[in-house]
């Protein structure tokens, strides 16, 4: 039996990944911060697909959230064959008037724990010759978004060190992929307030419809995994167009509707 780790799985993209990865007979790890949810999903996972299901507790903006998860799972003695680090979160204005400390939160999760996390378990894949890590970026990884300044910049960093490890990695049996989601219908977009903006009026896709794709490419070891064809448009076309001008349409998409 294979066993995934599986970061912010108590809802959205995550949850969605915890229940494909259930149905395809791996075993789950689950790490999130509310414990009653994840209790509940280790529950119901556990008996619909009838796999071994364990979790973990735990804030990964903490500086020690990796270190802790680590001597969770060498304590269970769980060699991890699949490694998505898919907990994320957005705040979004101009960066002037943000939250510093929400930002820097951000900082800690998307960028450090995501890096030590993925060190600290590639170590075993190299060693056992075999592994898959899906890192989830966004849209955003190859748009510098004005008043999301933070978040493309964290999801930017996500796509350049994936696609760096697959060149370090390409000779072993451990393949990297970057998932880049557009707007997808989870809880993220009411969270940062971003849910009746025009980013979230075009083309959001399902969580399931994303992770059926995104799973589809990691197992075939693919570099990028973007979902949705007006995604796939939208990311050829920030190449191609000045940043002045995608500038002006992130300000554009992300811009707050009149109350009327
Ligand atoms: N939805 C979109 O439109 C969209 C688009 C592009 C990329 N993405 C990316 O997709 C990923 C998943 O987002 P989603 O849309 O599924 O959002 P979501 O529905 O808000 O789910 C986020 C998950 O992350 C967990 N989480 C948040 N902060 C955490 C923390 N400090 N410590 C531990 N866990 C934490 C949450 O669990 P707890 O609150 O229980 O801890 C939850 O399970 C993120 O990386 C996001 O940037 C989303």
Excluded at 29 to 47: C, M, T
Excluded at 51 to 59: N, S, T
């Amino acid at each position: 039996m294979k066993n995934v780790l599986i970061t912010g799985t108590t809802s959205g993209i995550g949850k969605a990944f915890a229940e494909k990865f259930a149905d395809e007979g791996y075993d789950l790890i689950l790490v999130a911060r509310d414990e009653q949810k994840l209790k509940q999903q280790q529950a119901a996972l556990q008996e619909t697909y009838r796999v071994a299901v364990k979790y973990i507790v735990q804030d990964l903006t903490q500086e020690n959230a990796a270190s802790l998860i680590m001597a969770d799972i060498d304590k269970w003695k769980v060699a991890i064959d699949i490694l998505v680090n898919n907990a994320g979160f957005n705040e979004c204005g101009f960066f002037v008037d943000t939250s510093l400390d929400r930002e820097l939160e951000m900082i800690s999760m998307h960028i450090r724990f995501a890096t030590e996390l993925t060190k600290r378990i590639l170590v075993h894949m190299k060693e056992n010759g075999y592994g898959r890590i899906l890192n989830v970026g966004s849209t955003g990884s190859f748009i510098p978004s004005p008043t999301d300044a933070v978040y493309s910049a964290t999801k930017a960093y996500i796509m350049f060190f994936s696609n760096a490890l697959c060149g370090e990695l390409s000779k072993t049996g451990v393949k990297v992929t970057t998932l880049c989601p557009g707007a997808t219908e989870t809880e993220f977009a009411v969270k940062a307030n971003i849910k009746n903006t025009m980013l979230f009026k075009i083309a959001v896709m399902s969580p399931e419809k994303v992770v059926r794709i995104a799973y589809r490419g990691m197992m075939k070891g693919r570099r990028l995994v973007i979902p949705g064809i007006y995604n796939k448009l939208l990311v050829a076309f920030s190449k191609v167009m000045p940043v002045s001008i995608t500038n002006r349409i992130t300000i554009f998409m992300l811009k707050q509707p009149k109350i009327r």
